[in-house]
């Protein structure tokens, strides 16, 4: 039973252009949800993260919105840089609980 | 400052030994967390503690995994018996504390274990 989905696991994007990475969840508990960034033989990275009072987070080129109504978010990276070619995990929590649920990642290429 | 560090990077073990994976928490860190990350697969929660406590278990796949943690920092997951599905990327995490801080935990490299 997969709370968090990362239904596309791999996104290809041009240089400049922008990114856009989602994730659905299917608890309605979670009320807190991140974003985190692996790069290979390295540990996730934590990104960005949003509460569920806000619909939209933004911390330069990363911006995350929530639609808890689909219970949908997804993150947007613009303009994406081949540095940011890395595998990008969606994670949610619940109030009531210590632990984050993760999706399975995309992973992300941007080409020159 | 020194993030959180984990040992071996690598191991490979045959299948009915036993393993232990070692995980060093960012000082001052109270919460840690150990994950697994099948090939293909998400990051699957294990076990969480809280200073020495862990009040949350429900990820242990099976009797053959403990963890324990001493004097609130290095803990160690240990497998018993280990099984070819075993192999994975075992990843620890560190927050500072149970709170909505906590959700923002800072992982270390991982173990990589092959059981063969």
């Known amino acids: 039973d997969q709370q968090v989905k990362q239904n596309s696991p791999s996104l290809s994007v041009q240089e400049g252009r922008i990114s856009i990475l989602n994730c659905d969840y299917t608890n309605s508990m979670f009320d807190y949800f991140l974003w985190y960034k692996k790069y290979p033989a390295e540990g996730p990275t934590f990104l960005i993260s949003i509460s569920s009072i806000k619909d939209k987070n933004e911390d330069g080129r990363f911006t995350v919105f929530l639609n808890k109504s689909a219970k949908h978010l997804s993150l947007h990276i613009v303009p994406s840089q081949p540095g940011d070619s890395a595998v990008y995990f969606c994670?949610?929590?619940?109030?009531?609980?210590?632990?984050?649920?993760f999706g399975t990642g995309t992973r992300l290429q941007v080409f020159p | 400052g020194a993030g959180v560090s984990q040992s071996p990077s690598n191991k490979v073990t045959e299948k009915g030994k036993d393993v232990e994976l070692r995980c060093d928490p960012i000082s001052g860190h109270t919460a840690l967390y150990w994950y697994r990350q099948s090939l293909g697969q998400g990051l699957e929660f294990l076990i969480y503690f809280q200073g020495n406590s862990a009040p949350d278990k429900s990820g242990l796949p099976s009797d053959r995994f403990s963890a324990e943690r001493t004097g609130g920092s290095v803990s160690t997951l240990t497998i018993q018996r280990t099984q070819q599905e075993d192999s994975a990327v075992y990843l620890c995490a560190s927050s500072l504390d149970v709170s909505e801080s906590s959700y923002e935990q800072y992982f270390g490299p991982g173990t990589r274990l092959t059981v063969t």
């Open positions: 994670a949610a929590s619940a109030r009531n609980t210590d632990k984050l649920i």
